[in-house]
C-alpha cells in the first residue's frame, strides 16, 4: 500500500482571469491522477493584488489584477520509496527532471549516467528511467519496465504518472506548456536555422514565453510556438508565406551573426549549476532541434541576449565614474554628440514593437532612447555614433543612478567600435 508526500510542483503569478484556464488544466490532470490510484493535484491562490504595467493609448495608468498561485501534490511514496526525478537521455548526457524541493540533493551524476536499471542490470536504450530512493537515502536508478517488480504492486503506474504531472505543471518565467499540437511535423531541424528564425522573431515580433502568452490569453503565439509552426507545420494554402510577407520575417546578417554567437555561448559555459543553463547547454549541444528541445532551444536567443545585457551592465557598474551626472537641459537640443551603444532589447507591446537602447556618452553619462518599432539591426553594442537627440527627462534610476532620457533622435555619423 502507498502513502504519499505533499510538495509544491510548481509556483508563478499570472493574471487573475486566467485562473479558471490553469484549473481546466489541472483537473485534466487529475482525471489521470484517480485512474492511476494517484492523489490528485490542488491549486491554490496565494494572494491577489493590482500592478500598473504601463500606460494606455490615453496616458492613463494600465491596471491588471494578478495573483500568485501554486500547484500542490502529493508525490507516491510506495513501499518506502519515493520518485526523486526523471531522466530522458539525449546527445551527450540527459535530461534531468526533478521533482521540485528535491532538486538541491540530487546527484549531478544522473546528468550523463547510463540507461541503466538497478534492478535487472541491464544497460540497453530507454525512453526514460526514474530515479527513486528510499527513507534511508538510498538511491536507486529503474527502468520503465522493472518498476513494477521492483516495487512489487500496480501502484508502480503512480510513479509513472507522477513524472508526467511534473513534466506538464511548470508555470515559471519560462515553462515549457504545449503550445503546437497534432499533425505531422518534420522531425528534426539544423540548430543554426532554427536559432536564425527565432532571432527573426524576436526581432520583429518581441519576445514572447510561453507562460506570459498563457497569461495574457495568447496561447500558441508564443515565440517557440511561432519558431515551430514556420518550421514544421503543415501549410497546403501557403499562409506561411502571407505571414511572413505581413510581419516582414526574413534573415539578415545580424539574426545569422547572433544565431552564431548565442550557440558558442552556450556551448562554451562552464558554470551550469541551474538546471535550465545545464538542460539549455546539453540541448544545444547537439546540431539539430527537435521536438522535445524545441522549446528549450527556442529560450537561447533570449538567454544570450540577457547575459550579455547582465554582462555590458556589470562592467557599467564596475566603470560607473562618482561624477556621473545627467546631461543637457529638459527640452534641449544636444547636437553633435558621441554616444556609444551600451546594448538594446525589443519589446513587443500592445500598441506595438518598441526598443530600448542605451547610451554612455564620452563622460560615462548614461542615455536612453525608447525608440518605436524594432531598431536592433541599426545600433550595434560597443559602436559609437554621431547624433542629435532631444532631452526629454533626467531619471535617476535606482541600479543605474542618474540617467538623460532622450527622443527625435537623429545620426549623423557612424565612428566604429568603441
Given at each position: 500500500?502507498?502513502?504519499t508526500m505533499?510538495?509544491t510542483?510548481?509556483?508563478?503569478t499570472?493574471?487573475?482571469?486566467?485562473?479558471?484556464?490553469l484549473?481546466?488544466r489541472?483537473?485534466k490532470?487529475?482525471?489521470?491522477?484517480?485512474?492511476?490510484?494517484c492523489?490528485?493535484?490542488?491549486?491554490r491562490v496565494?494572494?491577489?493584488?493590482?500592478?500598473?504595467?504601463g500606460k494606455?493609448a490615453l496616458g492613463?495608468?494600465?491596471i491588471?489584477?494578478l495573483?500568485?498561485?501554486e500547484?500542490?501534490?502529493?508525490?507516491p511514496?510506495?513501499n518506502?520509496?519515493?520518485?526523486?526525478a526523471?531522466l530522458?537521455p539525449?546527445?551527450g548526457?540527459?535530461?534531468v527532471k526533478?521533482?521540485?524541493g528535491?532538486?538541491?540533493?540530487?546527484d549531478p551524476?544522473?546528468r550523463?549516467?547510463?540507461?541503466?536499471?538497478?534492478?535487472?542490470?541491464?544497460?540497453?536504450?530507454?525512453?526514460?528511467?526514474f530515479v527513486?530512493?528510499?527513507?534511508?537515502?538510498?538511491e536507486?536508478?529503474i527502468?520503465?519496465?522493472c518498476?513494477?517488480?521492483?516495487i512489487r504492486?500496480?501502484d508502480?503506474?503512480a510513479m509513472?504518472?507522477?513524472a508526467?504531472?511534473i513534466d506538464?505543471?511548470?508555470?515559471?518565467a519560462?515553462?515549457?506548456?504545449?503550445?503546437m499540437g497534432?499533425?505531422?511535423?518534420?522531425p528534426?531541424?539544423p540548430?543554426?536555422y532554427w536559432l536564425e528564425?527565432?532571432?527573426?522573431?524576436v526581432?520583429?515580433?518581441?519576445?514572447?514565453s510561453r507562460s506570459a502568452a498563457?497569461?495574457t490569453?495568447r496561447?500558441?503565439?508564443?515565440?517557440a510556438?511561432?519558431?515551430?509552426?514556420?518550421?514544421w507545420?503543415?501549410?497546403?494554402?501557403?499562409?506561411?508565406?502571407?505571414?511572413c510577407?505581413?510581419n516582414?520575417?526574413c534573415?539578415?546578417?545580424?539574426?545569422?551573426?547572433?544565431?552564431?554567437?548565442?550557440?558558442e555561448?552556450?556551448?562554451g559555459?562552464?558554470?551550469t549549476?541551474?538546471?535550465?543553463?545545464y538542460?539549455l547547454?546539453?540541448a544545444?549541444?547537439?546540431d539539430y532541434v527537435d521536438?522535445?528541445?524545441?522549446g528549450l532551444?527556442?529560450s537561447l536567443?533570449r538567454?544570450?541576449?540577457r547575459?550579455?545585457?547582465?554582462?555590458?551592465?556589470?562592467?557599467?557598474l564596475r566603470?560607473?565614474?562618482v561624477?556621473r551626472?545627467?546631461?543637457g537641459?529638459?527640452?534641449?537640443?544636444l547636437?553633435?554628440i558621441?554616444?556609444?551603444?551600451?546594448?538594446t532589447?525589443?519589446?513587443?507591446?500592445?500598441?506595438?514593437v518598441r526598443?530600448?537602447?542605451?547610451f554612455?556618452d564620452?563622460n560615462e553619462?548614461?542615455?536612453?532612447?525608447w525608440?518605436?518599432?524594432?531598431?536592433t539591426?541599426?545600433f550595434?553594442q560597443g559602436?559609437?555614433?554621431?547624433?542629435?537627440a532631444?532631452?526629454k527627462k533626467?531619471?535617476?534610476h535606482?541600479t543605474?543612478g542618474?540617467?538623460?532620457?532622450?527622443?527625435?533622435v537623429?545620426?549623423?555619423q557612424?565612428?566604429g567600435?568603441?
Open positions: 500500500m502507498s502513502n505533499k510538495t510542483i510548481a509556483s508563478g499570472l493574471q487573475t482571469w486566467a485562473i479558471p484556464v484549473q481546466g489541472v483537473d490532470l487529475n482525471r489521470r491522477a484517480a485512474k492511476c490510484k492523489e490528485p493535484l490542488a491549486l496565494l494572494r491577489s493584488y493590482d500592478r500598473v504595467i494606455d492613463s495608468d494600465r491588471v489584477n495573483s500568485d498561485v500547484i500542490e501534490g502529493s508525490a511514496r510506495i518506502g520509496w519515493v520518485l526523486v526523471k530522458t539525449a546527445e548526457g540527459n535530461f526533478a521533482v521540485p528535491l532538486e538541491g540533493d540530487l551524476k544522473y550523463t549516467i547510463e540507461m541503466r536499471c538497478d534492478h535487472c542490470r541491464s544497460n540497453r536504450r530507454r525512453n526514460d528511467v527513486i530512493r528510499n527513507e534511508s537515502g538510498v536507486k536508478v527502468g520503465r519496465n518498476l513494477a517488480d521492483f504492486t500496480a508502480f503506474e509513472i504518472a507522477w508526467d504531472f506538464k505543471c511548470d508555470i515559471g519560462d515553462s515549457d506548456w504545449e503550445g497534432g499533425g505531422r511535423v518534420t528534426t531541424s540548430i543554426l528564425t527565432t532571432s527573426i522573431c526581432r520583429k515580433l518581441g519576445w514572447l498563457f497569461e490569453g496561447e500558441g503565439s508564443a515565440t510556438d511561432t519558431v515551430i509552426y514556420l518550421h507545420a503543415p501549410d497546403p494554402y501557403g499562409k506561411k508565406r502571407e505571414f510577407q505581413k516582414d520575417l534573415a539578415t546578417d545580424h539574426d545569422k551573426a547572433l544565431a552564431v554567437k548565442a550557440l555561448w552556450v556551448r559555459l562552464t558554470d549549476t541551474g538546471y535550465y543553463l538542460n547547454k546539453l544545444c549541444d547537439r521536438r522535445e528541445s524545441a532551444v527556442s536567443i538567454a544570450y541576449q547575459a550579455v545585457k547582465n554582462e555590458v551592465k556589470r562592467m557599467q566603470k560607473a565614474a561624477n551626472g545627467w546631461v537641459e529638459v527640452k534641449q537640443r547636437r553633435n558621441k554616444l556609444t551603444v551600451l546594448g532589447n525589443s519589446f513587443d507591446e500592445e500598441w506595438g526598443t530600448l537602447i542605451r554612455a564620452e553619462n548614461i542615455l536612453i532612447w525608440a518605436s518599432g524594432d531598431r539591426e541599426e550595434e559602436k559609437t555614433y554621431v547624433v542629435d532631444t532631452v533626467h531619471d535617476d535606482e543605474y542618474k540617467q538623460t532620457v532622450v527622443n527625435r537623429t545620426v549623423k557612424t565612428k567600435d568603441r
